[in-house]
């Protein structure tokens, strides 16, 4: 886990228990509710994804800090998965909050940082996300930053 990952515009860090309620109150907005598979998650219910997955030391769930202002302005999400005879593969979520940030760069900016430290201290030759249908925003954010579609995913409830 990281103690701190330096980009040009935002510092990553892991999230704090006191970061934890602005990060759902972001996370349950209804203009970001609906892009998400679980809807309305609670404080108690991050605070233990967070731990549970810090605990299988294969992610975490970092807070990114504006440089500038050193406000907390959204949350960055990252599980490792080793493929044998590949390299290895980090699965990113993002989330940027209050409104007067986005379209800055701080998303950006925040997943090259984290980029270059999982190549560096894990192996990571692959970073993936994945875009809940509709997301236009989205699949716009991660095509500027550098991403390409390589599948779509298809799914029936039983």
């Known amino acids: 886990m ?3 990952i330096k980009g040009l515009k935002v510092t990553l860090r892991p999230i704090g228990d006191k970061e934890i309620p ?3 109150a972001w996370r349950n907005d209804p203009e970001v509710a609906h892009l998400f598979y679980r809807q309305n998650v609670t404080p108690e219910q991050m605070a233990r994804d967070v731990q549970t997955l810090r605990q299988t030391q294969t992610g975490d769930t970092l807070a990114i800090i504006s440089n500038n202002s050193a406000e907390h302005v959204g949350t960055l999400t990252y599980t490792i998965a080793r493929k044998q005879g590949a390299a290895a593969e980090a ?3 993002i989330i940027i909050g209050p409104r007067h940030t986005r379209g800055r760069g701080l ?3 925040a997943m ?8 560096a201290h894990h192996g990571v030759g692959k970073l993936l996300v994945e875009v809940k249908p509709g ?3 989205a699949l716009g954010f991660y095509e500027k930053t550098g ?3 390589r599948a779509i995913i298809m799914e029936r409830n039983i």
Do not use: I, M, R, Y
């Open 91 to 93: 699965t990113l979520g």
């Open 112 to 119: 090259d940082a984290l980029g270059k430290w999982l190549a």
């Open 22 to 24: 602005q990060a759902c």
């Open 107 to 109: 998303g950006g900016d």
């Open 135 to 137: 997301n236009q925003s």
């Open 147 to 149: 991403f390409t579609q």
């Open 2 to 4: 990281p103690l701190e």
